[in-house]
Structure formats: C-alpha cells, structure tokens
C-alpha cells in the first residue's frame, strides 16, 4: 500500500483504559500511518491507557477522544484491538458498544483482533457472519449466531478479523485493502 493512498481519512482506534494487547493497537496504528491515513485513538475515558505485552505491563498511550464525545460520521474506519481486560471491559460499556454497533451498521471498514471480537458480540452484530477471534471466543460468536472459523484473517463484508498477533501482517493487509477499496 502505498504512503499516500488513504491520506484524509481517518480511522478510529477503540481501547479500554487498560489491558490492550500492545502489538495488536501499534501494528494496524503503524499501517495505518504508513498508507497516509489518520489513527486516533478512543477510549472509555480521557487521558492514557496502559497496554500489555501478553501478562507484562507495556507502554502508555495518550487518549485522543473519549468514545461517548465521538460520532461514526468523524471516521472512516474502526479497528478494535485486542487483550483479554480490554475485550471484556470493552463490552461493558454501553457507549463503546453503541460505536461499535452504529460503526458496524453504517457499512464502513471494522477490524476486530483477538479478544476485541467480544465487542462484536455484545453489540449483537455478528448473526449471519463468518469470523475469527482467539479460540476460545467461539462459543461466544456461535451464540451469537456468527459462523466462527480457524483462520488467520476472515473478511465478511464490512468486517476484518483474525486470531492473534501472529496473524498481524495478514489482519493489517486485509484492512488495508478494504479502507482502499471502501467510498
């Protein structure tokens, strides 16, 4: 993807205040950045959110705007991290599920790693879709009514999603292609 070829666009990063999965949120954040476009990243409360390297403590991160101040209409992506904490901190609160539900319905590119599937879940937007996520979601999805399958990345739609970390460089080109491909 070229430097240049999503420059105005801006995407959304949604985090809780602690427990994301560090690789995870820099490697779509550096994509992104690479491809021209914007990140910024959303939490569930202003000022820093503290990410993990699997059980370590990892970096901070500074919050860019509060999910409950923002809109759909101020983004033209969505990519949800993982981290076990985040997911499911994630999915208790209401106004980081609403996102990620009006996100979702509005057709625009989501992509959802890991444990992030659990937003997807809980906004009640997976029924009739196929998707990934850590093994231990499938439960979950299928009760959802999604399809849940084992592969590195799976795009149904509007909607990316993979596994793990190891599955990065094909969960970023997967987005990536579908940000370049989407009005």
Known sequence: MSSD??????IAFLVATEGIEQVELTGPWD???RAGATPLLLSTEAGEVQAFNHLDRGDTFAVDKVVGDV??????GLVLPGGVPNGD?????????????D????GKPVAAICHAIW???EADVVRGRELTSWPSLQTDVRNAGGSWV????????NLVTSRKPDDLPAFNREFMTLLATSG
């Open 150 to 157: 084992d592969r590195e990345v799976v795009v149904d739609g």
């Open 5 to 10: 070829s999503l420059t105005g666009r801006t």
């Open 103 to 106: 996100f979702m319905e509005s």
């Open 119 to 121: 937003s997807l879940v």
């Open 31 to 33: 994509a992104v950045e």
């Open 89 to 101: 901190a994630l999915r208790m609160s209401e106004p980081a599920v609403g996102f990620v539900r």
């Open 71 to 76: 809109s759909v209409g101020e983004f033209d």
